[in-house]
């Protein structure tokens, strides 16, 4: 069964480092986004991305975030310049089409912020 | 504000026991429910329901919607070592599935 891929599972980087993750969504998913979750609290929705362009975003996806998909198959989430407050696990997830379909999750990148 | 809350928090029983957890949910413009199990790492998307009254059903797994009451049980039955893991209840909002998930229920099968 096909897959959502994201690399790399564990990232460590130190305050103020620009960090990429990266994602391979399911190859005909037309619907992309990124989630997250602090240890020990709820997964959260980031952004949403279709068409080449973000259809919504959350308050916590400020201007230090950012998302492209830069060749047709790779989905990035990038961080300009991390908070320690950034450390989490990052989730990308795709879905064919936009209504009534569950999201498939990759298996998510910890980002530790030190 | 959408609310998915789930109940209990935390939940420890022995193998060969049935399990209920609950999710109850202030959404508007209901569309669907989700649940899903995460272990490790990614949630895996168990079962989606969008009609009241309707078992959906996957082995030892089951779940059912109450869209009156406002809430849906996921049932494990006979559970198992490989049950342990926490299960998230989550709908989507707006037009493109963003989700809103609930704080899960953390489920510990004893051997």
């Known amino acids: 069964e096909p897959e959502v891929t994201q690399t790399p599972s564990h990232q460590v980087t130190q305050m103020g480092q620009e960090v990429i993750l990266r994602c391979v969504p399911i190859s005909n998913h037309l619907y992309f986004y990124w989630y997250r979750q602090i240890l020990g609290q709820k997964v959260e929705f980031l952004v949403s991305f279709y068409n080449n362009e973000i259809s919504e975003k959350s308050e916590i996806f400020d201007d230090q975030f950012s998302v492209e998909r830069p060749d047709g198959s790779n989905f990035t989430l990038k961080i300009r310049s991390t908070k320690l407050e950034d450390s989490a696990m990052y989730f990308c997830?795709?879905?064919?089409?936009?209504?009534?379909?569950?999201?498939?999750f990759g298996n998510g990148t910890r980002l530790t912020v030190t | 504000e959408d609310k998915v809350v789930q109940s209990p928090l935390s939940l420890v029983v022995h193998e060969g026991d049935t399990v209920t957890l609950n999710c109850s949910y202030e959404?508007?413009?209901?569309?669907?429910l989700l649940w899903y199990k995460q272990e490790k790492k990614a949630p895996t998307f168990l079962f989606m329901l969008t009609s009241s009254g309707i078992e959906k059903k996957s082995g030892r797994l089951s779940s059912i919607l109450d869209k009156k009451e406002l809430f849906s049980i996921l049932n494990i039955t006979a559970t198992q070592t490989g049950d342990s893991a926490i299960y998230l209840c989550?709908?989507?909002?707006?037009?493109?599935?963003?989700?809103?998930f609930g704080t899960g229920t953390r489920l510990t099968i004893i051997p």
């Open positions: 997830a795709s879905i064919q089409s936009s209504y009534n379909s569950p999201l498939h």
């Open positions: 989550a709908l989507p909002r707006g037009g493109n599935e963003k989700l809103t």
């Open positions: 959404v508007t413009n209901f569309r669907s």
